[in-house]
């Protein structure tokens, strides 16, 4: 189960960028990425593999090599 979920207010804040609100790191923005080692992504388990996109999060904070694949986003627009 995830702990994300997209803000209304923050859904597409500017091209390549979403705001997202988590339980516990609170709203953060995530933006596109190239990954450079394999990921899962955290919303739908579905593997992201080195050298595709995906979207992380814009923070210091202790989910930062966490990833999104992009069709998660495009399918919430």
């Given at each position: 189960?995830?702990?994300?979920?997209i803000?209304?207010?923050?859904?597409?804040?500017?091209?390549?960028?979403?705001?997202?609100?988590?339980?516990?790191w609170?709203?953060?923005?995530w933006?596109?990425?190239?990954?450079r080692?394999?990921?899962?992504?955290v919303?739908?388990?579905?593997?992201i593999k080195?050298?595709?996109?995906?979207?992380?999060?814009?923070?210091?904070?202790?989910n930062?090599y966490e990833?999104?694949?992009?069709e998660?986003?495009?399918?919430?627009?």
């Amino acid at each position: 189960m995830s702990h994300y979920y997209i803000l209304d207010s923050l859904k597409q804040l500017d091209e390549g960028f979403y705001g997202l609100k988590h339980i516990r790191w609170g709203r953060q923005l995530w933006t596109i990425c190239k990954v450079r080692k394999d990921h899962k992504c955290v919303i739908t388990g579905k593997p992201i593999k080195k050298g595709e996109q995906a979207y992380r999060p814009i923070t210091n904070g202790g989910n930062r090599y966490e990833r999104i694949i992009p069709e998660f986003f495009e399918a919430n627009r």
